[in-house]
């Protein structure tokens, strides 16, 4: 049992399945880490939902509303901060980060990418993998650097690639196992953080 929940913020773009994960695993008592703030940089999110319906407060900050990268970000830290939360999750968070946000977050900055990282870096992982024609792909939660899908792995599962997969099969796999390595590797950050 943790005797104080640390509060973690999820930033979305879109359909939130693993938020949905992460909000499910927080609901077991002896978890060390409770979703208290979900952040879309998109009003449509169908994650924004998912935080709605679990008590969870939420904030649509739209990119385009800010002059800069750094303006966005800026904003960005400062509601994560307001709301106390000490660990940010990426779940589908469709933009790239400056590098004073990841400074900032450092230790505390993770992201869920449908790769066995270093392999298969960038938007379309799953496409890509297949037609490289690899024989097991997966899933990695990583610590976020200012290069995309780079920095220190957390935790990783294996997908096997079957002979008739094709991107929406295989991708509807990896999706299965994102759902079960990152609260694990939420919850390792948080031991990792207690130390
Ligand atoms: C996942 O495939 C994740 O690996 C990638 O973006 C997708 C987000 O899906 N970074 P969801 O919004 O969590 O359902």
Redesign the pocket.
Known sequence: MFSEKIKVAVL?S??????KALIEASKDSDFPAVISLVISNKQDAG?LKIATENNIKTLTIDHKLFKSRQDFDNEVTRAIAQNNCQIVC???FMRILSQSFVDRWRSRLI????SLLPAFKGADAVGDALKYGVKYSG?TVHYVEKEVDSGKIIAQAVVVVEDNDNKASL?AR??ES?HLIYPKALKQVCIDLKK
């Open positions: 979305i879109g359909r939130g399945s693993n938020l994650g990426l779940a589908g992201n869920i990418h449908p899933c991708a990896i999706l994102e």
